[in-house]
């Protein structure tokens, strides 16, 4: 009777495993077909609108990581080229 619940279970359990495996898969799937430049972009700007901050000035898109003269990477251009700081007047 032990023998025969045992094949119960390891059954549900391989079935249960094969489930979440597909399951899975299909939602790596669907991320792939999701995720595009495009896309990805849109919600990098959803993320900055929805800051309450307002910044102004000309060295703001340094600031952002993947401005326009960045590369597809999340270095921001101030830690890319560690600009001296500015000189102040006394």
């Known amino acids: 009777m032990n023998v025969f ?4 279970h390891l059954e549900e359990e391989k079935s249960k495993t ?4 597909y399951k899975a898969k299909l ?3 669907a991320n792939t077909l999701l995720h ?4 990805l972009e849109l919600k990098k700007y959803e993320a900055l609108l929805s800051n309450s ?3 102004y000035g000309p060295d703001i ?3 952002f990581a993947w401005a326009p003269e ?4 999340p270095v921001t251009n101030l830690e890319a080229k560690k600009e001296p700081p500015p000189k102040v007047r006394q």
């Open 5 to 8: 619940t045992d094949e119960i």
């Open 18 to 21: 094969d489930a979440e495996f």
């Open 27 to 29: 939602r790596a799937e």
């Open 36 to 39: 595009t430049r495009e896309y």
């Open 53 to 55: 901050k307002i910044y």
């Open 61 to 63: 898109p340094k600031v």
């Open 70 to 73: 960045t590369t597809n990477s």
